[in-house]
């Protein structure tokens, strides 16, 4: 019974560290904070579409399959 109710108890830690990361990563996200294609993906029509600012230096943004890439 001891062991059970330690496991429940460390899962449950668990999967609330691995919620409240989700969920701060989340926000990352949406705040547009990252400048990663993998983090942002900007739908567009034209290179002209993509932000100057969504890519690290001496990386560009091209429109490629109507998403925002870096390269």
Partial sequence: ?????KFVYTMSIFLS???VVTSIVG?????HSWNSE?????SCS???DCP?????????ARCFND????Y
């Fill in 1 to 5: 019974m001891g062991e059970t109710l």
């Fill in 17 to 19: 560290l691995f919620l």
């Fill in 27 to 31: 926000e990352e996200w949406n705040s």
């Fill in 38 to 42: 993998f983090y942002l993906k900007k």
């Fill in 46 to 48: 034209s290179d002209f």
């Fill in 52 to 60: 100057r600012t969504m890519c690290i230096k001496l990386s560009l």
């Fill in 67 to 70: 998403f925002c890439h870096c």
